[in-house]
């Protein structure tokens, strides 16, 4: 069964920092695509950043260029979004998920699975 959990979400004022976590079990992680996505209320998920198997390449939402970094730790099975510089448009609940297809990037349908999410909140 695989599970993908998600942890570190929080209530922090605008400009504070937060980590979150993904957990990953019953799927090879390394052989997957990670990536980070948000919802707020009332509007679609919409993409954040992905990282691909290796670490090697990321590719970030224009809303969250040098604020946001993810990364990976495909040893303990784990992929990170460390939120910098938070504002409270970035409000909203925040998932991971993992795609098999090599190119996928932005679109929630080209990912397999998902976690169940960890909300975010950023007050003025």
């Known amino acids: 069964q695989v599970q993908l959990v998600e942890s570190g979400g929080g209530l922090v004022h605008t400009g504070g920092s937060l980590r979150l976590s993904c957990a990953a079990s019953?799927?090879?992680?390394?052989?997957?695509?990670m990536g980070w996505f948000c919802q707020a209320p009332g509007k679609e998920r919409e993409f954040v950043a992905t990282?691909?198997?290796?670490?090697?390449?990321?590719y970030y939402a224009d809303s969250v260029k040098g604020r946001f970094t993810i990364s990976r730790d495909n040893a303990k099975n784990t992929v990170y979004l460390q939120m910098d510089s938070l504002k409270p448009e970035d409000t909203a609940v925040y998932y991971c998920?993992?795609?098999?297809?090599?190119?996928?990037?932005?679109?929630?349908?080209?990912?397999?699975?998902w976690g169940q999410g960890t909300q975010v909140a950023v007050s003025s």
């Open positions: 998920a993992a795609a098999s297809r090599p190119g996928a990037i932005y679109g929630p349908v080209e990912y397999d699975y």
């Open positions: 019953g799927i090879t992680f390394s052989n997957y695509r």
């Open positions: 990282i691909t198997r290796s670490g090697t390449i990321k």
